[in-house]
């Protein structure tokens, strides 16, 4: 069974990055899956954010594509969200999430909470 | 608002049976298979039916979903308190090839 781990800074300043790690066990991110990053505003619904797949091509939510990018560290077993020019409309509860069949999430992280203020 | 819609809250006693839609476009469920998760207050959401209907391994059987062009529902009979949750769809938008989820249903077993 896939098990993931969400990591990083639960306060971040507007205007910096936000920077999140999901470290997997239990699979090899090289063996294959898609890897997605989701988060949901407080007392909000979900939205996805975009995934990489193990080749490392990525997709992303056009709404956010400008300033998202998701990227794969094979070595350490973990991949990672950076998401810049955060405004508070980006504090959420971020998941990060293993998809076996390209379509629906069948593993997800407990989720960790980032909070953009000053 | 979601690429996915579907209704904000529904109810219904125990053992009764309710439904719940979720609407969306030929780009994304009429070209795609549909997911659907349950969340409890506080925690991650869980895959509930993936591919449409397939049903991860535990499951009750009280769990359906029916698919029609660019729409599907997920049907849950004999209600239970512990169905109590937020419900939400999902599935892949081919438009410009990005996942996309429903804004979320609060089932409430009244």
């Known amino acids: 069974q896939v098990q993931l781990q969400e990591s990083g800074p639960g306060l971040v300043k507007p205007s910096e990055t936000l920077s999140l790690t999901c470290a997997v066990s239990?699979?090899?991110?090289?063996?294959?899956?898609?890897w997605g990053w989701i988060r949901q505003p407080p007392g909000k619904g979900l939205e996805w954010i975009g995934c990489?797949?193990?080749?490392?091509?990525?997709y992303y939510n056009p709404s956010l594509k400008s300033r998202v990018v998701i990227s794969v560290d094979m070595s350490k077993n973990e991949f990672s969200l950076k998401l810049s020019s955060v405004t508070a409309a980006d504090t959420a509860v971020y998941y990060c999430?293993?998809?076996?069949?390209?379509?629906?999430?069948?593993?997800w992280g407990q989720g960790t909470l980032v909070t953009v203020s000053s | 608002q979601s690429v996915l819609t579907q209704p904000p809250s529904v109810s219904a006693a125990p053992g009764q049976t309710v439904t719940i839609s979720c609407s969306g476009s030929?780009?994304?469920?009429?070209?795609?298979?549909v997911s659907w998760y349950k969340q409890l207050p506080g925690t991650a959401p869980k895959l509930l039916i993936f591919?449409?209907?397939k049903r991860p391994s535990g499951l009750p059987d009280r769990f359906s979903v029916s698919k029609s062009g660019t729409s599907a529902t997920l049907g849950i009979t004999g209600l239970q308190t512990g169905d109590e949750a937020d419900y939400y769809c999902?599935?892949?938008?081919?438009?410009?090839?990005?996942?996309?989820f429903g804004g979320g249903t609060k089932l409430t077993v009244l």
């Open positions: 990489i797949y193990h080749s490392g091509s990525t």
């Open positions: 999902g599935t892949w938008d081919s438009s410009l090839s990005f996942g996309v």
């Open positions: 999430a293993s998809d076996s069949s390209g379509y629906s999430y069948d593993f």
């Open positions: 030929s780009s994304n469920i009429g070209k795609n298979y």
């Open positions: 591919e449409n209907s």
């Open positions: 239990g699979y090899s991110i090289s063996s294959g899956y898609y």
